[in-house]
Structure formats: structure tokens, C-alpha cells
């Protein structure tokens, strides 16, 4: 069965500070692989997804993240943070073989000025 | 840009009453779901929805629920008999072609069951 791990439930950071969030899943096969973004009182936006290929992925407001099979990761990364980045940050993992995703517990960024 | 679309935003219903979520999907999409978030929980899902019938559903996803698309553009998440534990945030989502393709979530209801 998938799962997914975001191993830091609350990130700080100044803004113009690169960030790193991480994101570990476990699964057989080489997964979907998906970052989403929660503001607070909104839904859920896709940031960037991962199927196939190459394996650093560019998504929207300047994320990308790369995806390391040896290390079962999927790490979201930024250059330089902005204040409106605060904000939940979800991975999640899919399958070929389900219609569903999971989700991991979230990582909740603080952009200091 | 194209949006799916809840409501309510938020809903108070009593234990033991019936509720009706409602979401309008994008136009073109042909994939639609229903998640739940617990407060300070991950996003869970409840079910899918391709071709007019349910496509996977989880274990949360009991008897107490059902889903339908009443009119080709509406897509609604019925709970027969709410209890305190049903209170959650719902997302409806939908997607072009599958969960591979991500979806589009929705702003969410906010469902209070007192």
C-alpha cells in the first residue's frame, strides 16, 4: 500500500530564503507523485506533479521539486520564499492502479519579513 | 481559469439529520471525488466517480454515504445520518482524465455536526 511521510509538521523561514520541503513516500512501483498548497480558508491548489521522466519537475509560483527513487523522495524546493508562500503544503501519492491520492500530515510554512 | 465550485462554504447540521454537499466540477471533466480533512488531519479520500457510477471508495466511505450526479453538472455527497464525527471539512475535486493527471479541488464545505 502507498503512504507518504512529511517528516516536518512546521518550517519557518525569512523571506528571500531558499526552502526545502521534504517528502518521503513508499511504494512498489514508481508512483504519481503530486505537490499541493492549502492557504488558510481555501482548497487545496496543485502545485507540480510527477509521472514519468525527468525527474526535476517545474511547477507553478517559481516550485519545482525532484523526484529520487533511491531515496524515495520528492522533495518541493523554492530558491527565495515570499511572504504569500505561507502557507500548508501537502504531498501526495498516487497509482496506476487507484483512483485516489494519499496525503501526508502537511508541513505548515512561516515566512518571516 | 476554470474552477470547481462548493457549497455551502460552511454548514451546521444536527446529529442524526441528513445532509446534502454540492459541488459543480469543471465543464470538461470527466473524474470526480470527494475528500474529507478531520481538523488537524491529512486529507483523506472518500470516493471516486467515473462514468456515472462509483470507481474505488474507502473504508470511511460506509452506508451512511452516497454520491450522485444528479444533472450532468452537479455532483453531491449525501450523508444519510450525520454523527459528531462526521464534522470535517469536504473537498469535491475533479479531473480531466484521472488521478494521474491531478485534480482540481475545490474551496471546501465546512461541515459542524452538533
Known amino acids: 500500500a502507498q503512504s507518504v511521510t512529511q517528516p516536518d509538521i512546521h518550517i519557518t523561514v525569512s523571506e528571500g530564503a531558499s526552502l526545502e520541503l521534504r517528502c518521503n513516500y513508499s511504494?512498489?512501483?514508481?508512483?504519481?507523485l503530486f505537490w499541493y498548497v492549502q492557504s488558510p480558508g481555501q482548497g487545496l491548489q496543485l502545485l507540480l506533479k510527477?509521472?514519468?521522466?525527468?525527474?526535476l519537475v517545474q511547477g507553478i509560483k517559481g516550485f519545482e521539486a525532484e523526484f529520487k527513487r533511491s531515496q524515495s523522495s520528492f522533495n518541493l524546493r523554492k530558491p527565495s520564499v515570499h511572504w504569500s508562500d505561507a502557507a500548508e503544503y501537502f504531498c501526495a501519492v498516487g497509482a496506476p492502479s487507484t483512483d485516489k491520492l494519499i496525503f501526508g500530515t502537511g508541513t505548515r510554512l512561516q515566512v518571516f519579513p | 481559469e476554470p474552477e470547481v465550485t462548493q457549497t455551502p462554504s460552511h454548514q451546521v447540521t444536527q446529529m442524526g439529520q441528513e445532509v446534502i454537499l454540492r459541488c459543480v466540477p469543471i465543464?470538461?471533466?470527466?473524474?470526480f471525488y470527494w475528500y474529507r480533512q478531520i481538523l488537524g488531519q491529512k486529507v483523506e479520500f472518500l470516493v471516486s466517480f467515473y462514468n456515472n457510477e462509483i470507481s474505488e471508495k474507502s473504508e470511511i466511505f460506509d452506508d451512511q454515504f452516497s454520491v450522485e450526479r444528479p444533472d450532468g453538472s452537479n455532483f453531491t455527497l449525501k450523508i444519510r445520518s450525520t454523527k459528531l464525527e462526521d464534522s470535517a471539512m469536504y473537498f469535491c475535486?475533479?479531473?480531466?482524465?484521472?488521478?494521474?493527471?491531478?485534480?482540481?479541488f475545490g474551496s471546501g464545505t465546512r461541515l459542524t455536526v452538533v
Open positions: 475535486a475533479s479531473s480531466e482524465a484521472g488521478q494521474g493527471y491531478g485534480y482540481t
Open positions: 465543464s470538461n471533466h470527466l473524474y
Open positions: 510527477y509521472f514519468s521522466g525527468d525527474t
Open positions: 511504494y512498489g512501483a514508481t508512483p504519481y
